[in-house]
């Protein structure tokens, strides 16, 4: 019912710039927090980045500076604009969304996620 789709992954030298994109589509009736978690090999998901439906973000440590989260809420799309790329955030990257939908008469909150983009750096 929920699709978040993700754009933009590639393979850039150190210090380059990567942007991502995810936009979500469906039954949605509203979304809370939009984000973006990586997974590097052999290691834990973790956030990169989390924006609120009131435009408040948070950062991992090792991102602060060098990446920004934005979001398009008439498009229901979220961005990750990625500068100064160093090797270790290479890693697979995850969109989320904390999304409310219409079921019928009612409506149902969850988290969704992407299906992974690959950042190379």
């Known amino acids: 019912q929920v699709q978040l789709v993700e754009s933009g992954g590639g393979l850039v030298q150190t210090g380059g710039s990567l942007r991502l994109s995810c936009a979500a589509s469906?039954?949605?009736?509203?979304?809370?927090?939009l984000g973006w978690y990586r997974q590097a090999p052999g290691k834990k998901r973790e956030l990169v980045a989390l924006?609120?439906?009131?435009?408040?973000?948070n950062y991992a440590d090792s991102v602060k500076g060098r990446i920004t989260i934005s979001r398009n809420n008439a498009k229901n799309t979220v961005y990750l604009q990625m500068n100064s790329l160093k090797p270790e955030d290479t890693a697979v990257y995850y969109c989320?969304?904390?999304?409310?939908?219409?079921?019928?008469?009612?409506?149902?909150?969850?988290?969704?996620w992407g299906q992974g983009t690959q950042g190379t750096c």
């Open positions: 989320y969304a904390d999304i409310t939908i219409l079921v019928v008469a009612t409506t149902l909150k969850g988290d969704y």
């Open positions: 469906g039954s949605i009736f509203s979304i809370s927090a």
């Open positions: 924006i609120t439906s009131g435009g408040s973000t």
